[in-house]
């Protein structure tokens, strides 16, 4: 009886019921954290969308941001390198230098950069940061009403655009020191947050071989993109798989329910559009491009054959829907996630995936997009009688290869001779004196992961987050993998070179002393505006 | 070096399969009214529209600039004087191709496109383009295409392959993918608004009246950065094209007649039924007209290149010079596919909504009548005496506006171009009236019609 009212509560009346949370309410943790959603967004540096931080342009007609208060200081652009910018004084970039610039919320739907692992090295030119429109700038158009120029790569968002975030970033907390493990696209990025170890890559299928390398250890190390072995939408040319562990497997191990929901998985949808299967899509408002909901190189735990669905098997119920022993194996549709939480389910560690048009992807997707699904998401678990010892983080697979000033000393060398290059021409770091951790085998240091990579935005929001608190501890997305073996397993580390033993811990956004009494923040999933009371829709 | 989901060309061999299937089916709506009917749509739809608001002040600013003549050297020559808005943002009388350069008195190489809704063209790519493969490699796509089979397009095809032909992109060759990168062609073009660089047209903008939006939008340093200040320029530009509802009102009797709230004329019918049937004129072969699924608006193409060998234009003056062909996808104003000859003299197919409004046709503005188009369908094959001029050996000089080396590019293949000389033309003349009937109705602005059907 009480699991029925809970349900009931949970479904959305309101008030919490005392006792009603979930059953992951049970499980042991050191931190008063029971519920962990990731939500893991596509393709953002740290200064485009932060650069100004916290002052937007404010023009006529476009949603206000005005930074509160004692609003600390935060690493963006200075007046020098809005005004002087290396960018433009170095000619090496041709007819792309320039200085950084504001793109107008009007500007939503935008090219795509040069998000490779070796192109981002270059960008940054051993730390001087001064060649992105040589390198990174624009890859492909963006649909027909996308805005293009040559130093697109500079272009910035303020807080007339991103207005969610920033107005999160108010109340809540941020750091400004949060980098991707190592230079590179989307798939390395979605491992390094669910595993920190991207080497260990088997070929399954190859008619391209530019996204791995030789780690100089008899393996492979991934560091590019590629589809996982066996998904059933993975392309039909080329498809890999790891042979680490994951997170999964240690949250697997101790009964832990977990899962990762990604918009588009269940196959057997149709579309309000009629797509349906691999095939489903969505037309994006914003940038008028039709995209696939699905993209299978996005989903991490789909290369391990422990923690994989690669047939996309429906779940064997809804109160199954995260345990172990369920047919999908933690792998899941993004509905499946809204289901769950509002049947008294709420796994104790979420990663969502929105849909395509929603990911933030420049190109096929972008911010305005973004902010309806981080906003729908986040209102719908403020609501949640669970939020109060819940944590929602935001952070991205990578930079997509927008500009950011802030280079990260190499932590993680690399020697390739042809793919890395951030220090010198095939090198990562300095070979002997820079730290270079090992593979999967364990067996010595491995090449392909030159890292930190680049600086990108990560919010934490929680009644247990401080309030407009920026943190400078240096992190990066494995710090995600670290916080859960903290929190759920006494600190267990994966082990095989992973950088979960060596990246920086995120609790110093947490204060666990203040009794969880952040309160709630709803916002206008449209504008990003603070509003008292939440509109009801949730992510397609 | 490639990056994300270059694995995604391939993916078309599978997902795509899936796709087309799907894709089709999001097309179908129901079958034509039957005749005699009461010339309502038996199976009416809702259909969506864009959502109306104000304009941003970037769409506004973009307003300003497309009706500034002193944009051009010649200090006359607004994109809205080629893009009239009186004229569906098209043309506003016959000339082949309108005049421009820093005079006016050079005549341009092609008939103006209207400039309705082109915000819904996908970018130019080899096959359909869901699973975004990034740094596309055109050469590459068409080479791996080169091989397969063209299918047929007919009407109602329910054939589940999807086809790998070249589609998408703005111009009459698809050379550029953003409503932007098209705005900037005219001001550079010597023989359109005729500047010769973009500092000059930099220096334009910075004396505007309109010269202080640009500061407040995009910051102090937009005016000291000439390209950047153009490129933001022209995608004001591309704004107002994407958020004023005048190029894209979805307002045309077709489209109340989906809806249910419009009768069409027995001749409209019966035009509606011969647009749709394969056997006739076989025109929603590529001029789709059909809903979506989700009730997004017929667009009246599906944005692909067809070589319809229209005949030369002794009226272009570029035609002169007897040894220059306007080649469409590979050449003379596209450059980077040149190499794939076997799109030579492709063209992409324009949308039909509000082409009764038009007095030049085709990309070459041989056309100046409906009927002149419809009689070129129909005859082309059967009778091409009637279409092409003679030859010295009294011939009709069939796709005289082709090389030879490339009339193995020229259609065929989709009805009505599948016909032989002496069979029997696929429409009779009253056919052809009724199909511009039907034209007519597709035009944008016309809730004050007096058939709107009463409810």
Known sequence: ?540 | MPVESRSMTRVWATAFTLLAGAFLWRYSAGAPAPAGSDGLNPHPVQLRRPAQAPLSGTAELGRQIFFDPRLSAAGTMACATCHNPDHAFGPPDGLAARFGGAKGELQGNRAVPGLRYLYLVPNFSIGPDINEAENVNLNKMATQSAGLARAQKTVGDATSAVAMVPQGGLFWDGRVNTLEEQAKGPLLNPLEMANPDIGTVATKLRKAPYAASFVQLFGAGILQNPGLLVDEAMFAVARFQVEDVSFHPYSSKYDYWLEGKARLTPAEEHGLQLFEDKDKANCAGCHLDKPGRDGAPPLFTDFQYEGLGAPRNKELSVNKDPHYYDLGLCGPMRHDIAAQTQYCGMFRTPSLRNTATRKVFFHNGVYHTLEDVLAFYDFRDVQPEKVYSKGPDGKPRKFDDTPKAYLANMDVVDPPFDRKPGQAPAMTEQDMRDIIAFLGTLTDGDQAQGTLAVH
């Not at chain 1, 929603?358 to 981080?374: C, I, K, M, R, W």
Request: proline share 5%; glycine share 12%; with cysteine.
């Open chain 1, 1 to 540: 009886m009480k699991k029925i009212l809970c349900a009931a509560v949970a479904i959305g009346l309101g008030a919490a019921l005392a006792g009603c949370n979930s059953s992951s309410d049970s499980t042991p943790t050191t931190t008063p954290i029971k519920h962990l959603v990731v939500i893991y967004g596509e393709n953002v540096s740290f200064d485009h969308y932060y650069g100004t931080y916290p002052n937007a342009t404010n023009p006529a007609g476009e949603p206000k941001f005005t930074a509160a208060a004692g609003t600390p200081s935060v690493n963006v652009l200075t007046a020098s390198l809005l005004n002087n910018n290396p960018n433009l004084t170095n000619v090496a970039n041709g007819t792309g230098v320039s200085n950084p610039f504001r793109l107008d919320r009007s500007q939503a739907a935008t090219a795509d950069m040069n998000h490779d692992y070796t192109a981002e090295q270059q960008a940054y030119d051993g730390g001087a940061a001064d060649l992105f429109p040589e390198f990174t700038g624009t890859a492909e158009t963006g649909a027909s009403g996308a805005f293009g120029t040559t130093g697109l790569v500079m272009g910035y968002y303020d807080g007339n655009t991103v207005t969610a975030l920033w107005n999160y970033s108010q109340h809540f907390a941020m750091s400004d020191n949060a980098y991707s493990d190592q230079y590179g696209p989307s798939s390395p990025g979605a491992i390094n947050v669910i595993a920190g170890q991207t080497n260990g890559f088997v070929v399954g299928k190859s008619s391209f071989t530019d996204y791995f390398i030789a780690d100089g250890q008899g393996g492979k190390t991934m560091m590019g993109d590629v589809d996982p072995t066996g998904d059933t939408c993975s392309s039909t040319t080329d498809q890999g798989s790891l042979t680490g562990k994951n997170i999964g497997d240690l949250l697997n191990e101790k009964g832990i329910s977990w899962g990762w929901f990604e918009g588009g998985f269940d196959l057997s949808l149709t579309n309000a559009d009629g797509s349906t299967g691999c095939s489903r899509t969505h037309t994006s408002s914003v940038t008028n491009s039709l995209k696939a909901d699905y993209i299978p190189h996005h989903q991490p735990f789909q290369y391990y054959k422990s923690t994989s669905n690669p047939t996309h098997v429906r779940p064997t119920s809804t109160q199954s829907i995260g345990q172990q022993g369920d047919a999908a194996n933690h792998q899941y549709d993004l509905q499946d996630f809204f289901t769950a939480v509002k049947a008294g389910n709420f796994p104790s560690v979420t990663f969502l995936k929105a849909s395509g048009f929603q990911d933030a992807h420049a190109g096929y997707s972008d911010p305005l997009d973004e902010q309806t699904f981080v906003t729908q998401v986040v209102n719908f678990l403020e609501q949640q009688p669970d939020w109060n010892n819940t944590a929602v983080l935001v952070l991205y697979d990578d930079s997509d290869g927008w500009y950011d000033h802030q280079f990260a000393k190499v932590g993680n060398g690399s020697f390739n001779a042809t793919v890395d290059q951030v220090t010198s021409a095939g090198n990562c770091g300095t070979k002997g004196t820079t730290a270079q951790a090992s593979g999967v085998a364990g067996k010595g240091a491995v090449d392909g992961r030159c890292g930190p990579g680049a600086r990108q935005p990560f919010i934490v929001i929680s009644p247990w987050a401080k309030a407009n608190f920026v943190d400078h501890t240096q992190t990066t997305q494995a710090s995600v993998v670290k916080f859960i073996e903290d929190n759920w397993l006494g600190g267990e580390r994966l082990g095989g070179g992973s950088f979960d033993a060596t990246t920086g811990s995120i609790e110093g956004m947490f204060d666990f002393t203040n009794g969880g009494k952040n309160p709630v923040l709803f916002l206008d999933t449209s504008t990003g505006l603070v509003v008292s009371k939440p509109s009801a829709g949730l992510p397609q």
